[in-house]
Nanobody, 125 residues
Framework: QVQLVESGGGLVQAGGSLRLSCAAS??????MGWFRQAPGKEREFVAA????????YYADSVKGRFTISRDNGKNSVYLQMNSLKPEDTAVYYC????????????????????WGQGTQVTVSS
């Protein structure tokens, strides 16, 4: 059974940092990504990392502040979030592709076959 379990969310003041983790199990994965959904808004892409870990891609809104990484030995992906802003407040979801190598689609949620349950990140001003 495939599972993605996020952790590390919480409440932080603007300018602070959080590190999200996603522990995956049940199989190995290709591209892995993070998405987020704020109240009343559609889910949006945050960051993605290729299977090898050698390539990453970020939404413009988080570029330079967030860093995605992965540890294939632990079947895990991480999101280091620095210089957090109130507009980063959202539920953050981990997502995994079964290994299609469709790298041109990493920012689209339709690429991903598996999703976690989400972890809440709240940034106070």
């Amino acid at each position: 059974q495939v599972q993605l379990v996020e952790s590390g969310g919480g409440l932080v003041q603007a300018g602070g940092s959080l590190r999200l983790s996603c522990a995956a199990s049940g199989r190995t994965f290709g591209t892995m990504g993070w998405f987020r959904q704020a109240p009343g808004k559609e889910r949006e892409f945050v960051a993605a990392i290729w299977k090898s870990g050698g390539n990453t891609y970020y939404a413009d809104s988080v570029k330079g502040r967030f860093t995605i990484s992965r540890d294939n030995g632990k079947n895990s992906v991480y999101l280091q979030m620095n210089s957090l802003k109130p507009e980063d407040t959202a539920v953050y979801y981990c997502a995994a592709d079964r290994d299609t190598s469709l790298y041109s689609m990493v920012q689209f949620d339709s690429l991903y076959d598996y999703w976690g349950q989400g972890t809440q990140v709240t940034v106070s001003s």
